[in-house]
Nanobody, 127 residues
Framework: QVQLVESGGGLVQAGGSLRLSCAAS????????MGWFRQAPGKEREFVAA????????YYADSVKGRFTISRDNAKKTVYLQMNGLKPEDTAVYYCAMDRTLLRAVVGTTVPEYAYWGQGTQVTVSS
């Protein structure tokens, strides 16, 4: 049984920073791409960032490029999302997700490409 548990969300003022973590269990973490998505009220879940199994391929949504950094520690089975320069429009529930496909070289950016999801962590950015 795969479990993904996010942490690190909270309330922050615009311009501030947060670091999200996602701890995985139940699957060989080091062989799968990991992604971060977010969902604001009334909107569809959208891609934020992803990192492939080795860390050699990383991709960001244009809206967060230059402000957010995704990383992973395979020994700790954890993926991180460092968020700097936060804006009110970054307010959402943030979800981590694990790819369906073993050892995929490129990263997926769509919801159907990910098989497992965490419960989400709320990020609220005040203006």
């Amino acid at each position: 049984q795969v479990q993904l548990v996010e942490s690190g969300g909270g309330l922050v003022q615009a311009g501030g920073s947060l670091r999200l973590s996602c701890a995985a269990s139940g699957r060989t973490f080091s062989r799968y791409t990991m992604g971060w998505f977010r969902q604001a009220p009334g909107k569809e879940r959208e891609f934020v960032a992803a990192i492939n199994w080795s860390g050699s391929s990383i991709y960001y949504a244009d809206s967060v490029k230059g402000r957010f950094t995704i990383s992973r520690d395979n020994a700790k089975k954890t993926v991180y999302l460092q968020m700097n320069g936060l804006k009110p429009e970054d307010t959402a529930v943030y979800y981590c997700a694990m790819d369906r496909t073993l050892l995929r070289a490129v990263v997926g950016t769509t919801v159907p490409e990910y098989a497992y999801w965490g419960q989400g962590t709320q990020v609220t950015v005040s203006s």
